[in-house]
């Protein structure tokens, strides 16, 4: 028997009262690869992410992580998974090295020291680990980030927007080291993003959603082809607006 | 770097609820209007009440014979406002500061947060009452402790009390958000009434009596009344609060795992803050 996708979405459905933001939904990700959710707002891709995470208990279908079923069996497998998100803050008031202390605990994390001395390293925040984190600036906050969610060396890592309101240097500086992190853990990550530079450089996997629905998923090169378009925000327009797909007869 | 972690969703991790108390701990000592404003009311209660005390015991004979009663029931009745407040406060810290979804997506499970809340809340307690009852025993000459064992059980009971209505009202806000906030605030004061902290039971219409009697405080807050003016420890009083407790705590429990439940269906965990 094959091993089971590190994640697969089987059917997934999630109606708020009668408002379905995600509407039957399927996909599963390979191991070690970087896949881009796209799509406007309300799209349902926080909603399709917090389920994976077992934040949102499904209408119906299945999600499983790690051969895990979430939300049931989450405890099996969320020390082996992480996430960054805009919908959450690491705590303002501590120093870095407090959160990180309280956050490597709660991952059971061996040898917390070393790892947050690494982080530090990696993510250039050693002279910052004494700082209290509500006194950073947004790129220094989002390292910070960037190190809880990488502090128990996730296999699974769900990205929600990572760089967004970054400058373009420390966004840069930020998808360069996700790339090294994924490349050297054979990570897999689900990475939903507004920036479509972003997803063309990192994701060799790109699903787009609309109204709670998958409208495409492909490599980017083939979406570029498919659509006849030069860029993936091209991509994301005709998606978006409805242009559809540009078939062989209209090229 | 490997990752130790305990399956099963009921396994307790002291490391994890050590982590939490560890954050608290932290979030505590890292402001002193908090540490402050830990001293600050008990003290201005008992300080007030002590005086009122004071008047009425030299004006009226049966008083000067109940002699502590007022003072006892502030310190009493501290113990269960604090011990909630305690509790809903550490709570209130993680919806405040966007930080419960990176707990509910963390290994942490929710009794987990729950025994650190509770034991954080004994923490703020000490922190805030226990310089407030050297201070009744400087200002008053009424020494709690000398009330021995039977302070063990008022302790215990009106402990109980307070995790069972935090936990409760934590899932409430988990449920309904901020706006359900004020509930963390008021809702003992509802209990101040009905519990007879300052005066019998008997005090009430009879058709109040019977609520009174089905709340926990009641019998702390009588049984008190027993020890200060008939120097008699009623242990009966303490075994009946024991049982309403278990109830209550129960509830308290069951209702929050509920609302969480109810929480993740309606995705209210993504909708908290500021």
Known sequence: MPPSPP??????????????????????????SITGLLGGNGAGKTTTIATIMGLIT???????VLGADLPKQRYRVLHRMNFESPYVEVPMRLTVRHNMTVFGKLYGVEDLRGRIAELGRQLD????????????????????????????????????????????DTADWVRAHLERYCHEHQATVLLASHNM???????????????????DDDAPEKLLARYGRRTLEEVFLDVARGSGVVTEAAQ | MTVRHAEGAYSISAQRVGAMMLRYWYLLRSSWPRLLDLVYWPTV??????????????????F?????????????????????????????????????????????????????????????????????TFLAIAFFGFNLYGLGLA????????????????????????????????????????????????YPVTTLPVWLQP????????????????????????????????????VLFAAGLFGFLKLLESARRHGSLMQTGE
């Not at chain 2, 007022?70 to 604090?82: E, H, N, P, T």
């Not at chain 2, 034991?119 to 805030?128: H, N, P, T």
């Not at chain 2, 215990?156 to 958000?177: E, K, P």
């Open chain 1, 7 to 32: 994640i697969a979405v089987e059917r997934l459905v999630k109606i708020y009262k009668t408002i379905p933001a995600v509407d039957g939904i399927s996909f599963s990700l390979a191991p070690g």
């Open chain 1, 58 to 64: 499904p209408t119906s279908g299945r999600v499983t």
């Open chain 1, 125 to 168: 925040l050693t002279d910052l680990l004494d700082r209290p984190t509500g006194r950073l600036s947004a790129g220094q906050k989002t390292r910070v980030s960037l190190a809880k969610a990488l502090i128990n060396n996730p296999e699974v890592l769900l990205l929600d927007e990572p760089t967004a309101s970054l400058d373009p």
């Open chain 1, 197 to 215: 530079a972003e997803v063309e450089r990192l994701c060799q996997r790109v699903i787009i959603m609309k109204r709670g629905r998958i409208e």
């Open chain 2, 45 to 62: 209660q008992m300080v007030t009440w002590g005086f009122l005390q004071y008047y009425i015991a030299n004006n009226a004979g049966f």
């Open chain 2, 64 to 132: 000067a014979r109940a002699g502590g009663t007022f003072i006892g029931a502030v310190l009493l009745w501290d113990i269960l406002f604090r011990g909630q407040l305690g509790f809903s406060i550490s709570f209130l810290e993680e919806m405040w500061s966007r930080n419960i979804g990176n707990l509910m997506m963390s290994p942490l499970r929710p009794i987990e947060l729950i025994v650190a809340l509770m034991a954080m809340s004994v923490v703020r307690l000490a922190v805030g009452a226990v310089p407030v």
């Open chain 2, 151 to 198: 302070l063990v059980a008022f302790f215990f009971n009106l402990m109980l009390t307070s995790w069972a209505i935090g936990i409760f009202v934590s899932g409430l806000i988990l449920r309904n958000g901020m706006g359900a906030e004020n509930l963390a605030w008021s809702i003992m004061f509802l209990f101040m009434p009905l519990t007879c902290v300052y």
């Open chain 2, 211 to 246: 609520v009174a009697w089905a709340l926990p405080p009641t019998y702390v807050f009588e049984g008190m009344r027993e020890l200060l003016i008939h120097h008699a420890f009623r242990g009966d009083l303490m075994l009946d609060s024991l049982a309403l407790n278990a």
